[in-house]
């Protein structure tokens, strides 16, 4: 038997990474799965973040962090993923790529999901085993 992926592949990095939105969904209690959400995601490094634009108490990011658990669905990839905390030294990188991939957006929509205020909503999604 071949042991679960733990980590993402380069082509599901990819193709996430460069998806203009995600959809996320926690799951209830009973293991089955929520609404899905919409958001956008970044990838730094190998990993992929999400973060909550409305802070703690938006309403999917509560249900998230209840959980531990969801799925998410971007760029054709769709996976069971565990909700994680992201490492103190990546917020940088994080902001990097929110700059670069939404700034067109403008200001005031980025400036929603980068800085100090996010870092305490920043979502590292894993890939479920």
């Known amino acids: 038997m071949t042991k ?3 980590t993402w592949t380069d082509d599901e990095l990819r193709r996430v990474g460069r998806a203009e939105e995600l959809q996320l969904a926690s799951r209830r209690g009973d293991g089955s799965l929520r609404l899905y959400v919409t958001m956008w995601v970044v990838r730094a490094g190998d990993e992929l973040y999400v973060r909550s634009a409305y802070g703690p108490d938006n309403p999917w990011y509560r249900r998230a962090m209840a959980a531990g658990t969801g799925r998410i669905r971007a760029g054709g990839v769709e996976r069971d993923v565990t909700f994680a ?3 103190p030294d990546v917020h940088a990188g994080i902001d990097a ?3 670069a991939k939404y700034d067109r957006y403008g200001p005031a929509i980025v400036g929603s999901v980068v800085g100090d205020k996010a870092v305490p909503v920043t979502v590292r999604l ?4």
């Open 85 to 87: 905390d992201a490492a």
């Open 126 to 129: 894993v890939p479920a085993s």
């Open 4 to 6: 679960p992926a733990t």
């Open 97 to 99: 790529a929110y700059h």
